[in-house]
């Protein structure tokens, strides 16, 4: 409509000079060398002025209308593959991005159309396709490196090709700067399938200062790479001291990685240091499985482990854990009137398969069979009654 009152305009203008050059008298001279001279009276040539001015307007906004067409065609198809793919329309959205690709006269806009097509692309399991539009993504928007090795390595971890995912972030990590915390948690998940838990506790430290974050999902990470690394890293007494003290105070105090590496200390036969750790986090933080491991790993310093149970006693009288390391540790010290009474005191607060099996032993060591096998049958029905 625009189009048309503009239009309707200049004719209107054209008419009116037309009208009031007619009384104009007068000739224009055109040279045009090594033509002739081309001489037009006034008016004709103030006529010709305005239609040749008329034409060139058209053309102008023809070929305006016609790239402006292109352009919004290219975001109306990127848009629309942006929207199928949050749908879960992979197909539509490849299809859609790519058609947006091909339109889309920045570089920007082409590279997210063809970030998009890739990933509708690695949706569909069309692998060799998805890496053709990355290498588009490289070739026609080099400036958009950023989004392309961050979506790359993305691509890549979820393949489980952690190695060259790693690369991807070198070379992103190589331009310097403060990286956003999205490709900090990419980088995480990278180290995690390299299994390389020093990188991820490193992480860790980094991301538990970034806001806003998950803390809680943090420091169970944190957790977990820790047990990983006590698991697979303490293979001898000096790598385990060595990483025994290099944990922060708060975390010795943790309970779940002091009972994974007290069991560390135990597999490698160092009962003292096992038994230090476990009464050390006792006196913090009472945990019951920490008291269960205190009287697995027993050496000549059984005695002074009942005295410290006994005083853990007087504050934890009906603690059935308690009770039951209790026994097991006066068993083992042949104090058989003590041991029997912890462990049915044990029973009296909690019957269960583990007591029941700790007095069986204990009767036979003192020739009481029969009482043995009643309390193996009894604890052998807790134990199938847990299993069932």
């Not at 309707?8 to 001279?29: E, H, P, Y």
């Not at 890549?156 to 790693?166: C, F, S, T, V």
């Not at 504050?315 to 209790?326: G, I, R, Y």
Request: glycine share 4%.
């Amino acid at each position: 409509m625009r189009l048309v009152l503009w239009v309707l305009a200049l004719f209107a203008a054209a008419v009116a000079v037309t009208l009031v050059a007619k009384d104009i008298t007068g000739q224009a001279t055109l040279e045009m060398p090594p033509y002739e001279k081309i001489e037009l009276s006034l008016d004709i040539f103030i006529a010709c002025l305005f239609a040749a001015f008329f034409v060139f307007y058209i053309l102008v906004r023809l070929t305006l209308r016609v790239f402006g067409y292109r352009h919004r065609k290219a975001e109306n198809m990127l848009f629309s593959g942006l929207k199928a793919y949050f749908e879960g329309d992979y197909a539509h959205a490849k299809k859609r991005a790519a058609t947006a690709l091909k339109l889309s006269d920045s570089s920007a806009s082409k590279a997210v159309s063809a970030v998009i097509a890739a990933r509708s692309a690695h949706k569909l399991t069309e692998m060799s396709l998805r890496d053709e539009y990355l290498a588009i993504v490289e070739k026609e928007a080099p400036d958009e490196r950023t989004l392309r090795l961050v979506t790359q390595t993305e691509l890549l971890l979820n393949d489980g090709r952690y190695e060259e995912a790693l690369e991807a972030l070198q070379s992103l990590y190589s331009t310097g700067g403060l990286q956003q915390t999205a490709v900090l948690w990419l980088e995480l998940e990278a180290q995690q399938q390299a299994e390389n838990w020093d990188a991820v506790i490193e992480l860790t430290d980094i991301l538990a200062k970034r806001d806003p974050v998950n803390q809680t999902l943090v420091a169970q990470l944190r957790q977990d790479a820790h047990l990983k690394n006590i698991k697979y890293k303490a293979s001898d007494l000096e790598s385990l001291n060595n990483y025994w003290m290099r944990l922060s105070p708060m975390e010795k105090n943790n309970s779940k990685l002091t009972a994974a590496i007290t069991r560390a200390y135990m597999a490698l036969g160092d009962c003292s240091t096992a038994h230090k750790i476990i009464e050390r986090c006792i006196n913090e933080n009472w945990d019951d499985e920490l008291i269960g491991l205190y009287a697995e790993c027993l050496d000549y310093h059984v005695n002074r482990q009942i005295e410290c149970a006994e005083v853990w006693l007087k504050s934890q009288p009906n603690n059935v854990h308690l009770l039951l390391a209790l026994g097991k540790l006066c068993t083992h010290c042949e104090l058989w009137g003590k041991a029997q009474s912890y462990l049915e005191a044990s029973l009296s607060v909690e019957p269960g398969f583990t007591a029941h099996f700790a007095l069986a032993q204990l009767n036979e060591k003192i020739g009481k069979h029969e009482l043995a096998m009643d309390h193996y049958n009894k604890g052998l029905g807790f134990a199938l009654k847990q299993l069932s």
